[in-house]
């Protein structure tokens, strides 16, 4: 499953690198926020933009892809504008109120970035590839920069987090211009144009979207994504305001030491995850509903116990769960898919699904944690995630053709 076939390993290389850009923004962004002194409703705002640029702007990058089969250019060019969108962040920390610059830089980073994980998601599976074997190398990249940071920030600061996602986006911009040219357009076809037996690109799009099972999936990817996010979101700022260390001999865990440790298990048995998960003999309908109910249960755990071995132990069960349901999610989204619309239904999955149910999370949790305190926050965000997970009971395809399929490596 490691293969060290030439186009595979720059896909590995590419997630690995987006990744680790990605890991200390998302994990310690709520931290650099309250640093700045913004409260738990304008760090949901932000955490909304975040979400929402992207849910707008993701259907009409995959459209863009599919129509004019330019996924590489669409991958540098959301590399390069999200890294120069970030640079608002350490302006906006020089000012006395630094909300406004920051919400507008947090919106043009979600647009310019969104595009890069569904349509890189898209190429993978267009070229054959499976999914697991490339998605581990993302979330061991995720791990590794995860528990990294959780060092770094208290050495060099919370700002280090920006510059480090600029400087990885530089680095992915050129593995991707090291990509062969798109594997659709080796075809022959042009711009909009389809193979003779292949629907066009309105018809594959309509059909997509009013597909039942299609829709199912992203409700399902909403209300999970929610919990997650949301729960994601605030882990810093809960590690801290709880105030959870761990003694380890002479060495002590600080409140971000614990955070980054908490982040490299969970991401690091993601990573082992994603590798096996096909390898079950469970169907991808019971992959979504075990995976949201796995992944859903460590914010539940957050909100009845701060007991330092417990909150370590759990992100074991996060990691696996989801694992269990991108699998699940992607694999089926594009199954349901016709070849012709390979990015417009990943970035429709990316973005009403995980997208949109993320930023709903920002905006939840982040008025949960004002109204109600930081542990029933974590409480209240589990209960729609389990939802979510029962929201999965009503796929009822595996498989494009609308056949049942019996084992997810079928």
Request: proline residues 3%.
């Amino acid at each position: 499953m490691l293969t060290l076939e030439s186009s595979k390993v720059r896909f590995q290389a590419l997630f690995f690198v987006y990744f680790i850009g990605s890991s200390g923004f998302s994990v310690f962004r709520n931290v650099y926020l309250e640093e700045m002194g913004l409260s738990g409703s304008q760090m949901g705002q932000i955490g909304f933009l975040l979400m929402a640029a992207g849910v707008v702007a993701q259907p009409a990058w995959g459209l863009l892809s599919d129509y004019f089969r330019a996924d590489r250019t669409i991958l540098v060019v959301g590399g390069l504008g999200s890294a120069l969108a970030l640079l608002s962040y350490p302006i906006g920390d020089s000012l006395a109120a630094p909300f406004a610059l920051i919400a507008a830089g947090t919106a043009l980073y979600s647009a310019l970035r969104s595009p890069v994980s569904p349509i890189a998601t898209g190429m993978v599976l267009s070229r054959g590839f499976d999914y697991g074997s490339v998605r581990a190398f993302g979330s061991l990249a995720w791990a590794i920069g995860s528990l990294g940071f959780g060092f770094l920030v208290g050495y060099l600061g919370s700002v280090s987090i920006i510059y480090f996602y600029i400087a990885s986006a530089g680095l992915m911009v050129a593995i991707v211009w090291s990509l062969p040219n798109d594997g659709r357009s080796e075809d022959g076809t042009g711009d909009g144009e389809s193979e003779a037996d292949e629907p066009g690109l309105k018809e594959a799009a309509r059909a997509l979207i009013t597909n039942r099972n299609f829709l199912v999936i992203l409700a399902a990817a909403f209300l999970l994504r929610l919990s997650i996010s949301g729960g994601e979101a605030f882990f810093a700022v809960y590690m801290r305001n709880v105030e959870v260390s761990l003694g380890l001999g002479p060495l002590v865990l600080s409140p971000d030491g614990m955070t980054g440790v908490a982040w490299a298990i969970n991401s690091g048995i993601e990573a082992v995850a994603f590798l096996y998960v096909l390898k079950t003999n469970i169907s991808y309908k019971w992959l979504l509903v075990g995976g949201g109910v796995t992944v859903v249960i460590p914010n539940l755990v957050y909100g009845l116990t701060t007991q330092p071995v417990v909150l370590l132990a759990v992100q074991s069960l996060g990691g696996i769960g989801f694992a269990m349901v991108s699998v699940a999610a992607v694999d089926l989204a594009h199954e349901i898919s016709a070849e012709r619309v390979t990015s417009t239904a990943q970035s429709l999955l990316t973005g009403l699904g995980y997208g949109l149910g993320a930023a709903a999370g920002q905006i939840v949790a982040g008025t949960l944690l004002d109204a109600v305190g930081i542990m029933d926050m974590y409480v209240g965000i589990s209960v729609l995630g389990f939802l979510g997970a029962a929201v999965g009971l009503l796929v009822s395809t595996d498989s494009r053709s609308g056949e049942s399929r019996q084992t997810a490596g079928a």
